[in-house]
């Protein structure tokens, strides 16, 4: 863990937490919550992944990278149309193996569905599924073992949230008395909160009640951005020489930064950020 020494943060004491180092691939939440998710489909003989995710997704590009490393084919199913020339995220994708399609975003939102689902087997034959952003049961396993190396090191415990899955993990494998809060990256998430408890309940850990999320930290929406958080992140490279992603990690610093400025710590307080990727 690395300690942020920052006169804005008032009375509390900020740790960050450099999950991005996990892997030199496949780094931070996505390695988490790949873990369990890759020897299920090892132990039952799968020889393709097929994922979701956005044109910037991290998760893409982290199951891309593990399907290199480990052998496996990977199909990536891309939320609206094709665009070209692909971007960085997509482009590294390619290079790493996998096959990219494309859905509308009305048949998207429907990804669980089973004639979606079908639909894609029908296309590209038998594959272990991974939902969007590889947030399942698994994924909240994984993400749990987080919680617990973390411990009691800090009063309250924060990540960027795009899925729920690293939140309900996080949240669940917390010891007695500690606190996970959560920073949605997507703009009008409020569904969040119900995702949170659903992939707890799938883990078999009920509502563990000791989260909550914040949702005005968005800066726009998903992988948008304003000049004032392009600002903050540059600052923070800056000040501390760590680079905070502008998708993820720097709505979160901006976001404990604030709640620091507003009092919303208390004081004293131990705030550990995990730097997911």
Avoid at 222 to 244: C, E, M, N, S
Wanted: include cysteine; charge should be positive; aromatic fraction near 8%.
């Amino acid at each position: 863990m690395t300690e942020i020494a920052d006169e804005r943060l008032g009375g509390i004491r900020l740790l960050l937490k450099r999950d991005d180092l996990l892997h030199p691939e496949v780094p931070g939440n996505k390695w988490r919550k790949l873990k369990y998710n890759l020897a299920a489909a090892r132990e039952q003989g799968h020889g393709t992944l097929l994922t979701f995710g956005g044109a910037y997704s991290n998760h893409l590009r982290a199951t891309a990278a593990a399907g290199r490393l480990l052998g496996l084919r990977t199909v990536g199913v891309v939320r609206g149309e094709r665009h070209l020339p692909l971007n960085p995220v997509l482009s590294a994708c390619v290079r790493d193996g996998m096959t990219l399609t494309y859905l509308d975003r009305a048949t998207y939102r429907r990804q669980r569905d089973p004639d979606v689902v079908a639909a894609l087997r029908a296309a590209w034959g038998p594959f272990y599924l991974l939902p969007e952003g590889g947030s399942n049961a698994l994924a909240v396993r994984g993400c749990a073992e987080l919680g617990a190396e973390v411990g009691a090191a800090a009063d309250v415990v924060c990540c960027p949230v795009g899925t729920g899955g690293t939140l309900a993990g996080l949240a669940a494998g917390l010891p007695a008395g500690g606190r996970a809060l959560g920073f949605a990256v997507l703009k009008g998430a409020t569904f969040l909160d119900g995702e949170v408890r659903r992939l707890q309940a799938a883990a078999g850990v009920g509502d563990s009640g000791n989260w909550s999320l914040e949702h005005g930290y968005h800066f726009g929406g998903y992988a948008k951005t304003t000049p004032q958080l392009l600002a903050f992140a540059a600052d923070f490279t800056a000040r501390h020489g760590i680079v905070a992603d502008r998708v993820y990690v720097a709505k979160m610093l901006a976001g404990i930064y604030d709640l620091a400025a507003a009092g919303r710590f208390a004081p004293g307080a131990t705030v550990l950020a995990v730097k997911t990727g």
